[in-house]
């Protein structure tokens, strides 16, 4: 036990605008969250206090208010926690035994709170965001990345048509109930007949209505095209900075969408409308991102910081995206590993799996072939059952469904 739980003296009360900015403590209700102010205070610490020791039992969670605090690991490294950091945002001890020995630096004043607060749910469950070594000089990515791990992400909204849909099917509604949430978006309903109608879908008499069209395609499948024809929005900005850049992704994504649900419905092992939305959502993450550099003052954006950070942060911050609007874990790996050529996440062909398969085939001929694999190399194009991958093959497969991908695209770029 420290000398600091011996005789411990308390300063003010603490606030409930501290307790807002502490994690996870953040996550609890408001209510929660002003019971605790009204009855905790700040716990005062004399400078060169040690506060505990390394491989000491720990019976409590510590958050640094004010002052500086040193820690000490068992290799002998140590480095400083100040108050208003994005480190005293968080626990400085949280687990069951210190792993460091920490000294107040100066009079210093903390806040002790039980251990179950850490098993508190996150509202973003993401771990760091890793900056590889040799982009260690980009300042953007690594003020993004404080952002990120301090979980001061901005999170697009899902289009609430979209949101109303889905909760409806989670409930197992009927056709026309889920029709009737599909027409309170006059555009959306209008968009989904002419999928219906789409070379993509064979069909001999048209959709007429939105009933017909939700009738020829099935609910969820659906569910899943609302999502991706109400996702326009979501690319949109009135920055002129990242206007231009929304509205390339969203049509390199529309591209990718079409070509992953051709090769799902060619492959016939995936569903098709499942494979459109992930090639729609996986590069979602990028949005946050470029948001989040349209906030920055002039002397922080720099053109070649911005190339170099979109590849690193688009995995991760999808995936937190996807798990926010509560996508199933099957497009959040997707979102994690549809970069990866190499990825082999299962022995069956996976929703993963068609979209490497469409953004390597998407990537042909824009990249240096040197820069590329064969696509006939990977492990995804060997789980394809019934068809054998070839670059001609899959370039003649591809070429005889253009058609039904620029209709589509029509289609969405509306």
Known sequence: MSSTTKHRRFGQKISTEILEQLFPIRNLSEEIRQSFASENHVEL?????????????????????????????????????????????????????????????????????????????????????????????????????????????????????????????????????????????????????????????????????????????????????????????????????????????????????????????SSQQVNPEDALLAGLVCDIGSIPFLNFVTNLPDEFIDETEIKQALPVVVGPVSATVLNEWQFSEEFIDVALNSRNWYQNLSDDLSLTDIVVLSRLHALIGKKATSELPSIAAIPAASKLKGMALSPENTLALLHDAKNKIHEALAIFSR
């Not at 510590?62 to 490294?77: C, E, H, M």
């Not at 990515?141 to 109303?164: C, G, M, R």
């Not at 569910?223 to 509205?247: G, T, Y």
Request: aromatic letters at 6%.
């Open 45 to 265: 610490i004399d400078v060169g206090t040690t506060l505990f020791t390394i491989d000491s039992p720990a019976d409590c969670a510590i958050y640094l208010i004010f002052g500086s605090v040193k820690l000490t690991d068992q290799n002998g490294r140590s480095y400083t926690i100040e108050d208003g950091s994005a480190q005293a945002k968080f626990p400085i001890c949280s687990g069951c035994k210190h792993t460091t020995t920490a000294v107040a630096q100066t009079d210093i004043g903390i806040l002790r709170v039980s251990l179950k607060i850490m098993s508190t749910r996150n509202r973003f469950q993401h771990k760091a965001l890793p900056i590889p070594e040799n982009l260690r000089a980009n300042q953007l990515l690594a003020l993004f990345a404080d952002h990120y791990q301090n979980h001061e992400l901005e999170i697009p909204s899902l289009p609430e048509v979209a949101i109303k849909l889905r909760n409806a099917i989670q409930k197992d509604v009927n056709l026309n109930v889920a029709v009737n949430i599909i027409q309170l978006d006059p555009v959306i309903s209008a968009k989904l007949i002419e999928v219906a109608n789409c070379p993509l879908y064979l069909t001999v008499v048209p959709a007429k209505n939105c009933m017909d069209a939700v009738s020829r395609i099935g609910l969820n499948a659906t569910r899943n095209l609302v999502v991706a024809l109400s996702l326009k929005q979501v690319f949109k900005s009135k920055s002129l900075l990242i206007k231009d850049r929304l509205e390339n992704l969203w049509k390199q994504s529309l591209y990718l969408s079409a070509l992953c649900h051709v090769l799902a419905a």
